[in-house]
DNA sequence: CTAATCGATACCGAGTTGGTATTCAATACA
DNA sequence: TGTATTGAATACCAACTCGGTATCGATTAG
């Protein structure tokens, strides 16, 4: 199904709501009131993205998190790889991991390219591009055309 | 991890097989030799790509299965959705399956977004393109620009 | 000093996933 | 028409990943 999995997605819920009240603070209490996702599973998700830099904590009364950077500047890969480590499609395509038909597989070397096409799409939506309105920086053509159209006057 | 299924990585290394020796036809023993995929493994591979008629049986000595059309008409959506169901990043891009957030997600309504993005890498991108050398369709500039350069002279 | 809040570790139950076994059905060819 | 070859269908299983929980320790505002 090629999905993320529910952490990630609760990890970037979580971050959209940082990004809302920001430069503000959030408890992991407050966040897990305000995303319905239980707070155990909230603590785990913070040390993850806290460990990432994706958020900055504060211990004590009045602590909690608040986001790192602007939300322009935090892609939806960044999360995942916070959460999940690096998306990688295939094995062949993963850091870690090992597919036992290497050295058979005659697709080996192609899937890296496909996986760094994935990753991109991921590296080009920020936070605030999932939060907002708008088209996702990707101009509704790219429906029908080609993926990119071939650059003029090169080559 | 963002990876598609091991089950699914077979199946396009099935494809790609059959593709290579297209218009002829490979049993599913030779499959299993050529791929070092487990014999029943395959079976069920091949189950599933027939029923979403990405291949073409035929029973009885010399049978075996076939490429339904060419390589170039097979994306690798194709493949996946046949194998593991239609790709959906989370359980709101997605068609079964319900995500206990709705009602409090503020982000539900904007996944389906960034799925049909990645969607589309997947469909425009062909077994053919997957197996042969090449850019993979996609110019290497589209990794320093915008996704999609503003189509020249429009609105 | 104390309450609020984050930090870290270990553990667990369930569901998905990859893999297997078995039996039945179709068909080329002698 | 019989037999060997090949796909079709069903049921089942084991292992691992994943989401979730519990517990205790460390920091800091007031």
Redesign the interface.
Known sequence: ????G?LA?YG??IL?HLGRVRPARLSMDTLAEL???PLPTVRKLMRLLAEADLVVSKRGPLGGYELARSPQQIS?ADA?TAI????????CA?DRGH???AG????AG??P??N???L???E??SLQD??AGG?????P???R????????G?K
Chains 1, 2 share one sequence.
Do not use: F, N, Y
Request: net charge neutral; proline share 11%; with cysteine.
């Open positions: 199904m090629l999905k993320v529910r997605d970037i819920l959209h995303t319905h996702v939806l995942i999940e480590g690096r998306p990688a499609l295939t094995a993963s597919c036992e038909l058979h597989c005659e697709l192609r899937w390219g496909v760094a096409l994935i991109q799409v991921l080009r939506t999932l939060g088209s996702l920086h990707v101009p053509p790219l429906l055309e080609p993926l990119c159209p071939e650059p003029p090169r």
